[in-house]
């Protein structure tokens, strides 16, 4: 599991979300976009990192879906306890491009 982004949804309908506008000062329930890479994918982890970047970095295979690799992404929010599965359309999305609508 990698984290690939925190941030911040809001609830625009059932099963349907999109990033809070900071500047309205709008309010939103922080989540951790987290994503499975399968241990077959992995190459090497190189445990120092590099003058960049000191944490770990992860050597892997982009052969899972849209080019990435990861087989599933997965959205965490509130504790460690609760967690809700991300929407179809965000899966199905590259990471670093969210749709506009979380659904």
Not at 60 to 75: S, V
């Amino acid at each position: 599991m990698v984290c690939l982004s925190i941030g911040e949804l809001v609830s625009i309908g059932e099963d349907k979300w999109r990033y809070r506008d900071w500047l309205k000062g709008e309010d939103g329930e922080k989540f951790w976009c987290i994503g499975f890479i399968p241990y077959e994918g992995i190459v090497d982890v190189d445990w120092e990192g590099d003058k960049y970047y000191d944490y770990p970095h992860v050597v892997c295979h982009f052969d899972q879906t849209h080019k990435q690799p990861y087989e599933r992404i997965f959205a965490a929010s509130g504790s460690s306890t609760r967690r809700r599965t991300s929407p179809k359309s965000w899966t199905s999305r590259p990471c670093g491009r969210p749709a506009r609508s979380m659904a």
